[in-house]
């Protein structure tokens, strides 16, 4: 399966749904723990569009335990903090490996000074 990690059109940024694999193994044995590796993943597809985690306007996260939002809450606040993207989370069923807890996924713009 063909697909970009991150795909760039003018001045908007897509990040495709990201987990906690290192492509070798699942990092992190909590969703905060996951979702911190997450954020960095996503910190690096940014950079290699052109923008960073404060580009962020909106999130996307996919939860297999939504008891756990508060865990998550905390590692986006700590990646967040003063940028305030829109946020939707979502409780899911299971992610492609049961050992993933949370996927993310984002939306990014550029603006242009």
Do not use: C
């Not at 996307?60 to 008891?67: H, L």
């Amino acid at each position: 399966m063909a697909y970009s990690r991150a795909v760039r059109v003018g001045n908007v940024i897509e990040v495709a749904g990201t987990t906690a694999s290192d492509g070798e193994k699942v990092v992190g044995k909590d969703v905060y723990e996951q979702a911190l590796f997450i954020f960095q993943k996503i910190g690096i597809a940014l950079e290699n569009a052109g923008a960073s985690l404060k580009d962020v306007v909106r999130t996307r996260m996919f939860i297999t335990d939504i008891s756990k939002w508060e865990d998550l809450g905390r590692a986006h606040r700590e990646t967040f903090q003063g940028i305030e993207p829109v946020t939707t989370l979502v409780e899911v069923s299971k992610l492609i490996d049961p050992e993933m807890l949370i996927e993310i996924e984002v939306t990014a713009i550029i603006v242009e000074s």
